[in-house]
């Protein structure tokens, strides 16, 4: 372990958070609301940050190990500074509930512990929905975007952080790959707040939506969430907004470099979209006889399916009296998630075709024993390294699902709201059904509930693996380091 490596790349992060709360202050100065709320942890940030991170060490490696733990920790020390303006300002006055809060802000899962979401003050209104932003992309990409630090060993970093089963360069630098991914997420965060203001939306919402979109994170500043405009106009563009930023990332690139095959070529974009209007057109017959007309069935079945594969949470409706099958849908589509390389939580699409074709090719082999099966992605063959790695993944999912599953049942809960309570959080979604559904919350929970549902959301953003190794004894044990071929040994 580089332990100062570690240390000085966490104290690069916990700068950048000091800097990022200046925009939130900003608004509470607008707004006339007090600015100690939000000075009191940037200076805070500030003095741990520069005792960590000023000082550049002169081993700057960092491998696979490295990249976990530096992943783990930078998440978790941005929601323990991140919790403290909402303590400070008065807004969740438990620190346990602004953790949770935080965590589920910056994870961009959504769901909360508030009760009356429009009595927090401005500023916290702003660093709540500002955090889904910051998150959404990945800490550790904007902060690679901004201070390139590791001299080429940020696909570490990276590949700890950003979600799906593989991650890729965009360009031969992992320091302009983040700058391009953050400045198409930029662009399209600016896209959707013109159009939300063109549609007569105030500018505070328009932004506290767009971060929630982008991130696919959830947080509204209205208690009835997009539903409180009850405008048609907002749901299309919020809801195509969050499809698209349900898609890979890789593909807005190949578009801005005319690879236009690439992207048409892609299976999992196919079936992304091929999931989404199947599901779309199957709950807006199940509810057509709520609403009276195909029209507004169509809309609230197009918003909240588009709300839930993307992992977004935004709400329309309340989703929980719909009838069972359309409830089933989207508790489905809860653990499908989006594309990997996007901004959504959840299994991720392409995972699931990997899981679904490799399988197949196993049931094969079970009737043709001498066939030589290949499974195959995006026209290419996959290697046995990616397969294997969906089903550990897969595998591990299932054992922190059930485990957990188990210890939040002590809460004495009904199963629907455990199993959806937990679903929502480690899929990153926001809302679940019953005491959780879209018009409820998680106040009821007890501290350590919140705190597993913490960790589980976590996990979920950063796909299991970082989480889980902090907590094992190995990944901290000193190991010498043969520098023949760069590599760790």
């Known amino acids: 372990m580089n332990y100062r490596m570690i240390g000085f790349v966490i104290g690069r992060i916990l700068l950048t958070e000091a800097a990022l709360l200046m925009l939130p202050m900003t608004a509470a100065a607008l707004y006339g609301e007090p600015l100690r709320p939000f000075l009191a942890p940037a200076l805070a940030l500030l003095l741990t940050g520069a005792a960590l991170g000023l000082r550049r060490p002169r081993q700057t490696a960092l491998y696979a190990r490295d990249g976990f733990a530096v992943v783990a920790l930078a998440w978790l020390l941005m929601s323990a500074f991140g919790a403290l303006p909402f303590v400070l300002s008065g807004d969740i006055p438990g620190y346990v509930d602004a953790f949770f809060e935080t965590v589920s802000g910056f994870t961009t899962t959504g769901s909360t512990i508030l009760t009356e979401v429009e009595h927090l003050t401005r500023s916290g209104l702003f660093w709540r929905s500002f955090t889904h932003w910051i998150g959404g992309m990945g800490v550790l990409v904007f902060v690679m975007a901004i201070l390139p630090m590791t001299d080429g ?6 590949r700890a952080e950003v979600p799906g089963p593989t991650v890729g360069k965009l360009v031969s630098r ?4 983040a700058k391009i991914l953050y400045g198409i997420y930029f662009v399209m965060t600016v896209m959707e707040i013109v159009l939300l203001l063109a549609g007569g939306m105030p500018l505070f919402d328009a932004c506290i939506h767009a971060f929630g979109t982008a991130g696919t994170g959830g947080f509204s500043c209205r208690n009835l969430s997009v539903g409180a405009y009850e405008s048609a106009y907002f749901d299309i563009v919020i809801g195509i907004f969050m499809l698209l930023f349900g898609v890979n990332f890789n593909l807005y690139y190949f578009l801005l470099i005319r690879r236009f095959r690439d992207v048409f070529r892609s299976e999992e974009l196919r079936a992304y979209l091929l999931i989404v209007a199947a599901a779309v057109l199957a709950i807006a017959a199940d509810i057509a006889h709520l609403y009276g007309n195909a029209f507004t069935s169509l809309r609230y079945a197009f918003f909240q399916v588009a709300s839930i594969i993307t992992t977004t949470g935004f709400g329309t409706a309340d989703f929980n009296t719909w009838p069972t099958f359309s409830k089933a849908i989207l508790v489905v589509l809860m653990f499908v998630g989006a594309c990997a390389g996007s901004t959504g939580g959840g299994i991720k699409v392409s995972r699931i075709l990997i ?19 290949t499974v195959r992605l995006e026209g290419k063959p996959l290697p046995e390294k990616s397969i294997r790695g969906a089903h550990v993944y897969f595998s591990v999912y299932m054992l922190v699902f059930v485990i957990s599953f188990l210890l939040l049942s002590l809460e004495g809960f009904d199963l629907v709201t455990t199993f959806t309570a937990l679903a929502a959080c480690i899929n990153n979604i926001g809302p679940g059904l019953e005491v959780v559904g879209p018009m409820g919350n998680f106040a009821a929970f007890s501290p350590a509930s919140k705190l597993l549902l913490s960790f589980n959301m976590l996990a979920g953003r950063l796909e299991l693996f970082p989480m889980l190794l902090l907590f094992a004894p190995s990944i901290w044990k000193r190991r010498l380091v043969l520098r023949r071929s760069g590599e760790e040994q």
């Open 153 to 158: 060993h940020g696909m570490h970093l990276m």
């Open 174 to 177: 992992m320091s302009d790959t």
């Open 355 to 373: 899981l679904v074709k490799s399988s197949a090719a196993d049931m094969r082999k079970m009737l043709h024993p001498n066939a030589v099966t």
